[in-house]
């Protein structure tokens, strides 16, 4: 499979489609369970105050999949990123009731690269906080 996007057909600041991604208690624990990630402060109130956080936070590699997923679908090819990086700035605080909280992602072509790639820069906020900076992705399109 291939990206579906022509490196021809983009041009330096594009934006990918944005994205809201929500985050619950349930998502947490259930991503726990297939990242094998269970440390308290991801699932524990009590914990995650007593070590100094607001609440419990969702996890930074939970955070960094589903800001991926920006770039991912607007491909059609996870295969297509070449390499991907973030900072983790602030933690995503998710709260226990029926809303939790949600990862506001937007993403725009930054560079056209060598070899049909491109860097697309993304954002991802939550509660109006910027909880990735640097979050940049290289991509191959066809």
């Known amino acids: ?22 985050v619950t208690r349930a998502t947490l624990v ?10 308290p402060i991801h699932w524990n109130e009590k914990f995650a105050k007593e ?15 589903e800001a991926i997923r920006v770039v991912t679908d607007w491909t059609g090819d996870p295969g297509a990123v070449v390499e991907y ?5 602030k933690p995503v605080v998710v ?4 809303q939790g909280a949600t990862i506001e992602v937007t993403g725009k072509v930054a560079a056209k690269l060598d070899d ?12 109006g906080k910027k909880v ?10 066809a």
């Open 51 to 65: 070590v100094g956080l607001p609440d419990v936070i969702a996890h930074g590699m939970f955070t960094m999949a």
């Open 30 to 39: 259930q991503y726990a369970g297939a990242s094998g990630d269970f440390n």
């Open 116 to 127: 049909n790639t491109v860097r697309v820069d993304l954002t991802a906020m939550s509660e």
């Open 132 to 141: 990735l900076g640097m979050s940049r992705a290289v991509v191959r399109l």
């Open 85 to 89: 990086g973030v900072r983790f700035t």
């Open 95 to 98: 709260p226990n009731d029926d």
């Open 1 to 22: 499979m291939t990206a579906k996007i022509a490196y021809d057909d983009i041009e330096v600041g594009a934006e990918l489609p944005a994205q809201t991604f929500p």
